[in-house]
């Protein structure tokens, strides 16, 4: 089955970076959009930043100018660089990959966790 695995989360002071990584398997990566989410506590899950299988970028407006999406289809990795993050960027971050065809497909990573805090 499909399988998406981030990495990359963890703690960090206000205005530092991470890059969070997802490799993705058992799919045809270089087809699908790939995005990512985050969750936090209490809120409802948002659109992070999205790329779709031809390169086109989307951002939530939070995070714009601050947050770089990328992709590497000979890695089947989706990237996500964030800088000058903020107390406000903690959250759960969640790795998509999403097909729209006949029916659209969606898959889901397992999450990895930004804590941004000093």
């Known amino acids: 089955q499909v399988q998406l695995v981030e990495s990359g989360g963890g703690f960090m002071q206000p205005g530092g970076s991470l890059r969070l990584s997802c490799a993705a398997s058992?799919?045809?990566?270089?087809?699908?959009?790939m995005g990512w989410y985050r969750q936090a506590p209490g809120k409802e899950r948002e659109l992070v930043a999205t790329?779709?299988?031809?390169?086109?970028?989307n951002y939530g407006d939070s995070v714009k100018g601050r947050f770089t999406i990328s992709r590497d289809n000979g890695k089947n990795t989706v990237y996500l660089q964030m800088n000058s993050l903020k107390p406000e960027d903690t959250a759960v971050y969640y790795c998509n990959a999403r097909f729209v065809g006949v029916r659209q497909l969606d898959y889901w990573g397992q999450g990895t966790q930004v804590t941004v805090s000093s």
């Open positions: 790329i779709s299988s031809g390169g086109s970028t």
């Open positions: 058992r799919l045809s990566f270089s087809i699908y959009a």
